[in-house]
């Protein structure tokens, strides 16, 4: 059997360091010549069993430690490099494993100031929603990404935007889709622009949703994408050229500080102008008026996704024809929160969005089904809430499909004015409840920032309190606090 071969130079190098030892030194123990250390310490040469034999005797040196790896290590330092500030310098395994081999000490402080770093800007953003929830402006943040930019300018404000709007509709006017806009908006990037719209198979489009080639002058769709999800992206295509004024005349009163946040906000944009165009506003506030918001009856009165009809509620923000101020937040199944936006901004100071007890989260044990309840925040404020899984683009049948679930909601004081307030649990009778109150379920705005005490939920203690650990009693918690 082929004996494998063993490369420990670093290794050796602390051993001759850690003993005050020149090479010459050591080599002259090890009955070898110095040059050939060097090679071994620059991983240009194995070690030999009988070398191993005699780091062993003379220098006390286990073998178990020169056959080691600092797997750990590079475990960590894998995560380091994963974070998004640094995923474009990410090392090879081999890059990885030499710097874990030759700096261990440093590789270990590389990742305690990581992990410090990680642990600042979470406490920070903590900080930060408490003092916006209490009504005091604070600039405390930490280093932010463009997305994260985008993002928060987005939450903040209402997502509404009036110039898109009636650009939107001129746009509809003109086209007259009847009851087929996609075949309309083909037609008419094909007559005023000469684009040909192609839907590609997997194969030969595997990485991308949409891509357009100026020069054969032809849009490419990818068949992953349902049909309402190919009607987005043809409609983005073509409200970006015909809403060549207001889009970035909105772009610019966002004022995002950066070339990569402005073009992920022109994305953004164009993703509100597409749902503008597909559900023109006056007809669906009074489709959505006479529903009382039934998402279902929305989309397949648009033709639309169960997801585009339900963003499409949290934008009926017009000045004398506004809808129910509806707010809505996406997440995956990790629990990532990726798209949060509301009529009137989405509530991050009242709702916050972070308790693993909201519906969005259980959503994803029954995929498509709807599920209602109404919420209690910490402060007494009740929210109606509505979630359900999405669809991602579809797959091959070796791949896993993309989950997510969406939550949309309201103050529970709408909950007469939607179908789904009838879906409510009863009248609190007996129990403290007063008449006419639903029964909510207790939520917080987030684990770091709820002090609810007794939450099985609970994922992390609270910021705002200290530990209160007693070896003689534990809480129902696995964080306990005073």
């Known amino acids: 059997m082929a004996e494998q071969k063993i490369f420990a130079g670093p290794r050796i190098r602390r051993v001759r360091n850690a ?15 110095p040059s050939y250390l060097n090679l071994i310490e620059r991983n240009q040469r194995p070690l030999t069993v009988q070398l191993i034999l005699k780091l062993a005797s003379i220098y006390k040196v286990e073998p178990e430690e020169l056959q ?38 440093a590789s270990a402080a590389v990742i305690k100031l990581f992990r410090a770093y990680r642990e600042q800007a979470e406490r920070l953003s903590d900080l930060s929603e408490m003092l916006a929830r209490d009504g005091r402006a604070t600039t405390l943040s930490g280093a932010r990404l463009p997305i994260d930019e985008v993002r928060e300018t987005f939450e903040r404000r209402p997502n509404y935007f009036a110039s898109i709007e009636e650009e939107a509709e001129a746009f509809t006017a003109l086209l007259d889709p009847g009851d087929d806009l996609m075949g309309a908006l ?29 020069h054969s002058q032809r849009l490419f769709i990818s068949e992953r994408l349902s049909p309402f999800d190919q009607l987005r992206e043809i409609a983005m295509e073509a409200c970006l050229v015909r809403m060549r004024v207001a889009i970035p005349a909105e772009l610019q009163s966002l004022k ?41 009856v929305l989309r397949s009165r648009f033709g639309v996704s169960f997801e585009q009809a339900a963003n499409r509620l949290t934008m009926l923000n ?5 809808g129910i101020p509806f707010f809505m937040l996406e997440v995956d199944n990790a629990g990532n929160r990726f798209r949060k936006a509301g009529a009137q901004g989405f509530p991050q100071s009242r709702f916050g969005g972070g308790c693993p007890k909201l519906p969005v989260h259980a959503a994803f044990a029954q995929p498509g089904q709807i599920f209602v309840e109404a919420v209690e925040m910490p402060d007494g404020a009740e929210f109606l809430t509505i979630a359900r899984t999405l669809e991602g683009p579809q797959g091959a049948f070796s791949e896993r499909p993309r989950r997510t679930a969406l939550l949309i909601g309201c103050d529970i004081g709408f909950r007469d004015e939607i179908v789904y307030g009838a879906a409510l649990p009863g009248v609190t009778a007996g129990a403290g409840g007063k008449p006419g109150q639903v029964a909510a379920t207790p939520v917080g705005p987030a684990c770091r920032l709820c002090e609810r005490a007794g939450c099985l939920a609970r994922a992390e203690p609270p910021v705002t309190r200290p530990l209160g650990l007693d070896e003689m009693a534990t809480g129902l918690s696995a964080f306990d606090f005073q």
């Open 68 to 105: 080691g790896e600092a797997g750990g290590s590079v475990a960590a330092l894998r995560e380091v490099f994963a974070d998004p500030l640094l995923a474009g310098e990410l090392p090879g395994d081999q890059e990885l494993i030499e710097i874990a081999e030759a700096a261990p000490n």
């Open 19 to 33: 003993k005050g030892l020149t090479q010459t030194a050591m080599a002259e123990g090890l009955g070898i010549s």
């Open 186 to 214: 083909k037609a008419w990037l094909k007559r005023e622009l000469g684009i040909v719209v192609r839907v590609l198979p997997v194969a030969t489009m595997p990485n991308w949703r949409r891509r357009y080639d100026r």
């Open 318 to 322: 017009r000045n004398g024809a506004a």
């Open 256 to 296: 995002l500080s950066s070339d990569e946040a402005r073009r992920l906000g022109r994305f953004e944009l164009a993703r509100y102008a597409a749902h503008a165009l597909m559900m023109p506003y006056p007809a669906f506030h009074s489709a959505a008026q006479r529903s009382r918001c039934d998402i279902d």
